[in-house]
């Protein structure tokens, strides 16, 4: 075996001939040094390509050609016979196996002719790999045979074994992964006794990839972990690097992204050390794809740059055709669609190049979605009917099915719903045994043909059977067919059902069955937003930790299955097709095995279960929760309108109140109010009467839009309002009629889902009555330290931290057993993907998702100037997903900012509502009397607004 390669230890003239871009040029090199056309220089150059092609194989390459020079003049057959073979392992590491097998045929044919049979033997233990890959696996076993006698008569054990791991590569590919496993075993105890240590690394490494098609993900891991010792041991830190890169991948194919990027980025550190180029153009390549399924498209992008340069660098052109295709869908992600088609047309080129015929037909298609958005129709229509025509006869009926659907899009656009249906038809037919987005999306744009030919009742039940699959679907993740989703809304179908329900059901259930969809929407959307990260989360209740490592077990396997189908599909041939419908029909035993399991799960852990699958609930069971004297009113937009919800002990009404647009526009004016208040005092007090005024007339209209179509139906003492969208970042309590606040005639709570308030209903009394106050004064906000240190002395036997002691590990430490948790900070938004927004603590931030892995069993945690998104007005998924992970953590009651109050009043706010809190019945109560006694000394909103109380306010 090649020991470990150190490309900067080479011979300072093999680097610089190595650098030599042309032929002639490096022939020109060579004559110029005479000395260097001798045995004893082409045996240094023969040395440097077997290391070089591990992780630069366009030098590699360059000094092949400059070996089969110095042959040419030597005349010596045994030099040009390794020259062939030197030559053929280039073609094998740039991914030309039918090239690698030619040289490798010409050197064994000279080592035969030579009578050299070792040679011969170890020449076509270095050609199985592209034999296999060429699916020449008859006449691979045939040469592997020969060299099995050859090495046996030779009494080479150690090369039988080194045999064994390349035979055992044939078995994997056939799908033979038992024989496969038994032969690298039995290699592996030939290697403990006369291996050398990177023997025993490398198919320790070959043995987890194999457990892993097995699903023994835990024995794959430890065996990965296994290598990595003994590598690191042995100071082989290049296989270190491809240990570190094929665990981070394994991470990756079960799911668990955050685990994934974090030991990329860790193995992408140490791959630039060592400049292994190879690996880190790879750790850079999943990274983008992984930043592309999470919508984080900044650093998608740049990733996919990154790769795209480094391996056109290498001169491996399928790998940066690759790049530069998820380069142009993160581009057209952030709505930069002309770059994006030119990198789209450069990726196809390379890909024509490399003789690769499925992905220019999907980069077609990729084109042919982008153009769609971009309204070119004619194109986009031609496009996607010659992907069709490709697609149509291959194993991969799901992108047939997306290419229907698109064409099924375009005839909608112009009226023409025949076509479009018949589409749709077409593309259901083909779904019918297959687990795919895909089919929610056909049964959508059924519905939406059957809308626009005025079949309400056909639409309806067509949007019905979208919502049962797209519910139905079992993969964590929810991944699209393709890396451009063609339905990026999913909440569009519960759109559907909302308004064709109004429109078609009639008498009592109407409204129920309405709302229930409303719920499901708002359930599926979390669900969605924290799809990656539920199957890390664990139970609360620890007698549940079996049957949580059980789900989890089954949402990784069912992960990897996905994952190989996608990577397959991306292979075309017969032993892919075959190997699809294997994994397909592992895939169904999955998926039935993890809905027994969650079907068990949800008697055991309703909260946890409803994060995973948007779990809601009933319309009698949510009315059942509701207060005495209590309303919920939720609202909810479908087909760019808002409509209001009233619930309440026995009735349901849903009300259209305003256009989207309207509000939208309002609530931007709203924001850019209140905004101004961040310029400071010396800009404000001037103008104090002015500001009040016109933040005044905004919250009238919003009031006119949205509590005015309904007031005479709030005959309650409290309300619960569930905003949606980005009225979730609405002060509903500050809205005036007149010059009354909604918060003068009740008191009011949020709740980010009817579901989730009647789960915060159910929650027991906090036992304890210690307190916790964490707090980071900066500049921006100096007064924070008072507010905090008045915080702890009301709430009395109360911790106090500030500062930098005012850390993630105290809140871990303390919070699970304080009944009052007050955190004064700021909040960090992520608008390319909200639920990386964080919250900062006095080491560290916190992520929105750290939020959801808390055990807290507070009564109440506010988080005090940690408003976001002041300055946009967006879907307000950070505010839900920070609200839900608290809640989720075991608080029962939060209270929230809504934009930053730093200064004193918010002080005064806090001193308020603790003093209230000790003598009315409820917090609502006492939020409400903080709001009207602040307002009567600072009267802007900007001051008394911000607060927000959501969860259970008794």
Known sequence: ???????????????????????????????????????????????????????????????????????????????????????????????????????????????????????VALTINGALHSLVYQGQYDYAHQLGEKARSIFAAHGDKLRLARLDTNMAIMF???????????????????????????????????????????????????????????????GFTRLVAEVDYNIAYLYYQRGEYLRAIELYDKTRALCEELDDRYHRALCDLDQSEIYLELNLTEGGAEMARSAAISFQELGLQYEAAKAKAFFGIALNQQGNHELSLKLFDEARELFVKEKNYLWPTLIDLYKALVLYETGDDDLAHELASSALRYFDPSPLPAKAAICELLLAAIDLRFGETGNARRYCSSALARLLHIESPAVYQAYFMLG???????????????????????????????????????LKNKLAVYEGLVVTSLAVDKGKTRNSRAFEYI??????????????????????????????????????????????IELEE????????????????????FEDALMKAFSSFQSMDQELAGLQVAETRSVAELQSKLPKDGILLEYYSARNWFYACLVTHDQVHIFPVAEVAEVREELRLLQLQIAKFRLGEEYIKPLEKMLLEATTAHLQRLNTLLIAPIRKHLNASHLIIVPHSFLHYLPFHALLSGNRALIDDFSISYAPSAGVFALCQEKPAAKSSEALVLAIPDQRAPHIREEAEYVAAALGNARLFIGDQASEEQLRAYGPQSRFIHIATHGYFRQDNPMFSSIRLGNSLLSLFDLYQLQLQAELVTLSGCGTGMNVVIGGDELIGLVRGLLYAGA?????????????????????????????????MALRQAILNLREKRPHPYFWGAFALVGKFS
Not at 525 to 531: G, K, M, T
Not at 580 to 587: E, P
């Open 172 to 234: 994997y590919r056939q799908d033979r992964f038992h024989e496969a496993a038994q032969m690298y075993e039995r290699a592996y105890q030939e290697f403990l006794l006369h291996g050398d240590a990177e023997d025993l690394a490398a198919i320790l490494r070959n043995l987890a990839v194999c457990y892993i098609s097995l699903n023994e993900f835990e024995r794959a891991e430890r065996t990965y972990q296994q290598a990595r010792k003994l590598s690191e041991k042995h």
């Open 892 to 924: 029962q009651t939060l209270m929230v900012s809504l934009w930053e109050v730093h200064d004193e009043s918010t002080a005064e706010f806090m001193r308020e509502f603790y003093a209230s809190y000790r003598h009315l019945p409820n917090k609502a």
């Open 519 to 564: 719920e499901q929407a708002k359930s599926k959307s979390l669900a969605d937003l924290i799809a990656f990260r539920t199957s890390t989360l664990q139970s609360r209740k620890a007698e549940n930790s079996a049957a949580t490592a059980q789900l989890r077990d089954l949402r990784q396997k069912l992960n990897w299955v996905y994952h190989q």
């Open 1 to 119: 075996m090649s020991p470990a390669v150190n490309t900067k230890e080479l011979e300072p003239w093999i680097t610089e001939l190595s650098m030599i871009p042309g032929k002639d040029d490096r022939s020109h090199f060579l004559k110029g040094q005479p000395q260097l056309c001798s045995k004893e220089a082409f045996d240094k150059i023969y040395d440097a390509v077997i290391s070089l092609t591990r992780v630069d194989v366009q030098r590699a390459q360059r000094l092949a050609e400059a070996g089969a020079w110095i042959t040419s003049q030597l005349h010596d057959e045994f030099a040009s016979a390794r020259s062939a073979r030197a030559t053929g392992h280039v073609f094998f590491h740039s991914g030309k196996h039918a090239e690698a097998v030619q040289e490798y045929d010409r050197a064994i044919a000279i080592f035969e002719r030579l009578g050299s049979d070792l040679e």
């Open 570 to 589: 991306l292979s075309p041939g017969d032993r892919s097709a075959n190997r699809i419908q294997n994994l397909r029909k592992q895939g169904r035993q």
């Open 448 to 486: 939406q043909a059957e809308e626009a030919s005025g079949n309400i009742e056909l639409a309806r039940q067509a949007y019905e059977n979208a919502f049962q699959k797209l519910e139905g679907l079992r993969s964590s993740l929810g991944r699209e067919e393709l890396k451009i989703a063609f």
